[in-house]
């Protein structure tokens, strides 16, 4: 778990609101008796969430309160996603994995870096913001990209990622996903296939006529072979009849 700190110790405040009190127990109540610990992850994101980050006062609380075991410290230090120390209001994660890198990830960095007056690791003086820098994010399609708390902004420029920041520090929150215009994660390009809408239930399939018909077909065809056969002489194949 690491040091005790001056603002992470058993004795840093930490309670839940009544109105998280209540859901917690809700999420804990779906699980059966003797499998509480399944509610672990759950429980703890609700800590963070109210907190900002998670305490270990924060673990431990949860750990009495709703008899979860140790095994919120194991579950606490595994997951990167719990923040084990106080970070700004707004946490940036940017990635810089192999297909944002190549996107030119770095000069979205650069730009965060240079309009925050802060490097990877560290929190603005004013504790809005928090950077950091991190593994693949899952959105390679849209690539360069950064998660900002929750949300995702794909597709960016430097610019996009100042003007970002700017609504932020205004504290209006963007609107999430694709900058340039683009939906979701369409290629680049523009739609090449499904440009109409489909067609509905049933489209090219044959019907029963259809099938009828052809059926025919093959009787006719099958009869024509064996009755020239006979004539000839030749003895006419016996095939299993046609169903």
């Known amino acids: 778990m690491g040091l005790d700190t001056a603002d992470n110790n058993p004795e840093t405040p930490f309670e839940f609101t009544e109105e998280n009190k209540k859901r917690i127990e809700a999420i804990v109540s779906m699980y059966p008796v003797g499998h509480k610990q399944?509610?672990?992850?759950?429980?703890?994101?609700?800590?963070?969430?109210?907190?900002?980050?998670?305490?270990?006062?924060?673990?431990?609380?949860?750990?009495?309160s709703f008899q979860i075991l140790h095994l919120v410290y194991e579950v606490a230090t595994f997951y990167t996603m719990f923040l084990r120390q106080p970070v700004g209001k707004y946490f940036i994660q940017i990635c810089t994995t192999t297909p944002c890198m190549l996107c030119?990830?770095?000069?979205?960095?650069?730009?965060?870096?240079?309009?925050?007056?802060?490097?990877?690791?560290?929190?603005?003086?004013d504790k809005l913001f928090t950077l950091l820098e991190v593994e693949c994010l899952g959105a390679c399609v849209n690539a360069p990209m950064v998660q900002i708390n929750d949300n995702y902004y794909e597709d960016l420029t430097p610019k996009d990622i100042e003007e970002i920041i700017d609504e932020l520090k205004a504290g209006r929150v963007p609107p999430p996903g694709p900058r340039n215009g683009r939906f979701s994660c369409e290629p680049a390009g523009g739609l090449t296939s499904l440009t109409e809408p489909p067609k509905g239930p049933g489209f090219g399939q044959r019907s029963r006529r259809d099938g009828d018909l052809k059926l025919q077909r093959v009787r006719s065809v099958r009869n024509a072979t064996a009755e020239k056969m006979t004539s000839s002489g030749s003895k006419p194949f016996n095939p299993a009849p046609a169903r």
């Open 38 to 64: 399944a509610a672990t992850i759950p429980v703890l994101d609700v800590a963070q969430r109210q907190h900002g980050w998670l305490p270990l006062s924060a673990m431990n609380k949860a750990r009495r």
């Open 104 to 125: 030119n990830s770095d000069s979205i960095l650069e730009a965060i870096q240079n309009k925050l007056g802060i490097k990877v690791g560290e929190t603005t003086p």
